[in-house]
Nanobody, 126 residues
Framework: QLQLVESGGGMVQPGGSLRLSCTAS????????IGWFRQAPGKEREVFSC????????HYADSVKGRFSISRDNAKNTVYLQMNSLKPEDTAVYFC???????????????????WGQGTQVTVSS
């Protein structure tokens, strides 16, 4: 069973940057797509970034396009999320999740992802 652990969350001022990591154990990440989801208080969980299995094609929601970048390092079994130009509305708990042999598109479903991390808090505030 693939297990995922997120790290790198914290508090940052508006306009600042953070890099989140999603590290896997119990399997190799290259056959999995990794999606990043976030959930703010009182709001539904949303997927905002995804990197596909095999070809590493990526998808971003409009809300983060141009500010966030997803990448993977298969040697470290880790997927990274570089977040720049952070805004207060980016405040949420951030989760990574894995879907086996999956292509990321504009029609990503959370139910397609079978392994989830525990989440890491990101707070953007002055």
């Amino acid at each position: 069973q693939l297990q995922l652990v997120e790290s790198g969350g914290g508090m940052v001022q508006p306009g600042g940057s953070l890099r989140l990591s999603c590290t896997a154990s119990g399997g190799t990440l290259d056959v999995y797509a990794i999606g990043w989801f976030r959930q703010a208080p009182g709001k539904e969980r949303e997927v905002f970034s995804c990197i596909s299995s095999y070809d590493d094609s990526t998808h971003y929601a409009d809300s983060v396009k141009g500010r966030f970048s997803i990448s993977r390092d298969n040697a470290k079994n880790t997927v990274y999320l570089q977040m720049n130009s952070l805004k207060p509305e980016d405040t949420a708990v951030y989760f990574c999740a894995a879907a086996w042999s999956y292509y990321c598109s504009a029609y990503i479903l959370a139910t397609d992802f079978t392994s989830w991390g525990q989440g890491t808090q990101v707070t953007v505030s002055s």
